[in-house]
Nanobody
Framework: VQLQASGGGLVQAGDSLRLACVAS????????TGWFRQAPGKEREFVAA????????YYSDSVKGRFTISRDDAKNTVYLQMNSLKSEDTAVYYC???????????????????WGQGTQVTVSS
């Protein structure tokens, strides 16, 4: 499956953005999907994940209550709605997908088989 992330940009603290990840090449509904981010000089970190059919969602503590992950399988798209953005949210955001997501594995980049190219989110304070 090929993934294309979009929706990043430059915003001010407190603003909102919605990222989108469009999948192609395989039946998207078969895949669990996650969002990760990587700031300069830091390791890639987990942001949010959603299982097939949206049965379960997961969030990092740093974004819980501010970000919402959702999916529209009819559009082969997963969204990340980001509200109340902070300067520390500045990073390149990546979407990733996997056909099998272990209950303890959603947090780890290595659990995801497919990756998109990333979209830059910059939050100015």
């Amino acid at each position: 499956v090929q993934l294309q992330a979009s929706g990043g940009g430059l915003v001010q603290a407190g603003d909102s953005l919605r990222l989108a990840c469009v999948a192609s090449g395989r039946t998207f509904s078969y895949f669990a999907t996650g969002w990760f981010r990587q700031a300069p000089g830091k390791e890639r970190e987990f942001v949010a994940a959603i299982r097939r059919s949206g049965s379960s969602t997961y969030y990092s503590d740093s974004v819980k209550g501010r970000f919402t992950i959702s999916r529209d399988d009819a559009k082969n798209t997963v969204y990340l709605q980001m509200n109340s953005l902070k300067s520390e949210d500045t990073a390149v955001y990546y979407c990733a997908a996997t056909p099998i997501l272990r209950s303890s594995g959603y947090y780890y980049p290595k659990e995801y088989e497919y990756w998109g190219q990333g979209t830059q989110v910059t939050v100015s304070s």
